[in-house]
């Protein structure tokens, strides 16, 4: 509901956002899905406050990191990469790149990319608006948004923003600090699906979380990868 109110009614906020914090807030929100396709590459370099706020730059941000993580089929993370990168163009717009060496798109779904409701993924798997939404937001900010893909080689999503204020009036909620300690690999067995979101939320911006419904599915994941740090299973399934 929330994502076809902002599609419908796309907001023309004037404020200024931090957006290397929107970035590392989507990274955080979407790093367990990243790290179990690919390797995570970032060059952030230093840049001027972006007109918007930065919860709605965050979301931005955020379907696109995931629009790249699920373009990388599972298997061969350490062989694929998602590179997040920002800068200064000559216009001194400041540009973020998403660049994912997935399985690109054709030319005809480049020029569908970003309509409303269109989806290149199965039944179930996607609504087809966080692309539409990324569009709405960008343009209500008098930004641009493109890509670039080549099927069987990737794609790179390039955000380009005027910039705001000095001064930054909002950022992206915080989460909880993780605690310190090694970076690990867990699988979650469980067949109450909200259980297994909740559990998702709780390690995946700490740790690499890989998500178990049924017997089945555990056993595929332990015989696929039998390296996990941890594994937290329902003891009455």
């Known amino acids: 509901i929330s994502d076809l109110r902002i ?6 906020n004037k404020q200024s956002g931090d957006v290397t914090a929107s970035i590392e807030w989507a990274l955080r929100v979407a790093g367990s899905l990243a790290r179990e396709r690919a390797r995570l590459e970032l060059d952030l370099k230093p840049i001027p406050p972006a007109r918007g706020d930065g919860t709605r730059l ?3 941000f955020l379907n696109l990191l995931i629009n790249a993580a699920q373009a990388i089929p599972l298997g061969n ?4 990469c998602i590179r997040v990168s920002t800068e200064l163009d000559q216009k001194q717009r400041i540009v973020v790149s998403v660049a994912d060496t997935g399985s690109g798109m054709s030319p005809e779904t480049v020029k569908r990319i970003f309509d409303p409701f269109f989806t290149t993924k199965p039944v179930g798997s996607g609504t087809g608006l966080g692309l539409s939404i990324c569009h709405g937001i960008v343009q209500s900010l008098g930004g641009e948004i ?3 893909s080549t099927p069987g080689k990737g794609s790179v999503f390039r955000v380009l923003l005027p910039r705001g204020e000095a001064a930054v009036d909002a950022r992206p ?3 909880t600090k993780p605690p310190s300690g090694q970076w690990g690999r867990i699988l979650v067995i469980d067949d109450d699906a909200m259980l297994r979101r909740a559990m998702n939320r709780m390690l995946g911006f700490r740790h690499s979380v890989r998500l178990a419904a049924n017997a089945r599915e555990a056993l595929d994941a332990l015989t696929a990868d039998p390296n996990f740090d941890l594994v937290l299973c329902d003891v009455m399934m």
């Open 7 to 12: 599609f419908a009614r796309p907001e023309s």
């Open 58 to 60: 965050g979301q931005v």
């Open 77 to 80: 993370a350490a062989g694929n």
């Open 146 to 148: 493109a890509v670039e």
């Open 173 to 175: 909620p915080e989460p």
